[in-house]
């Protein structure tokens, strides 16, 4: 099994900035792929942000592509999500998540294992 809390969310003004935090346990982490998927009140989840085992290579989605950037420590078993250039419309629970150890792709339902969420609010 594997755990996986997030941490980090709050309240920011739109073109602030946030660092998320997501402890893995369980699973031996450095086995596999991570990635950060959001919902939005009334929306599905999607797709944010993922990166392969060793931190090589990583994909993000288009709309936060620039502004978003994903990392890993593999010695403190934590992948980090670098928020900057906020905007309203990037409101949402955030999800750590994990899956096939080597999948960084954007379909929600190929991550098993999800984390608690932790909340992104922007205002204008």
């Known amino acids: 099994q594997v755990q996986l809390v997030e941490s980090g969310g709050g309240l920011v003004q739109a073109g602030g900035s946030l660092r998320l935090s997501c402890a893995a346990s369980?699973?031996?982490?450095?086995?596999?792929?991570m990635a950060w998927l959001r919902q939005a009140p009334g929306k599905d989840r999607e797709f944010v942000a993922a990166?392969?085992?060793?931190?090589?290579?990583?994909n993000y989605a288009d709309s936060v592509k620039g502004r978003f950037t994903i990392s890993r420590d593999n010695a403190k078993n934590t992948v980090y999500l670098q928020m900057s250039s906020l905007k309203p419309e990037d409101t949402a629970v955030y999800y750590c998540?994990?899956?096939?150890?080597?999948?960084?792709?954007?379909?929600?339902?190929?991550?098993?294992?999800w984390g608690q969420g932790t909340q992104v609010t922007v205002s204008s």
């Open positions: 998540a994990t899956g096939n150890p080597f999948y960084i792709g954007s379909e929600p339902n190929q991550y098993d294992y």
């Open positions: 369980g699973r031996t982490f450095m086995s596999g792929a």
């Open positions: 990166i392969s085992r060793s931190g090589g290579s990583t």
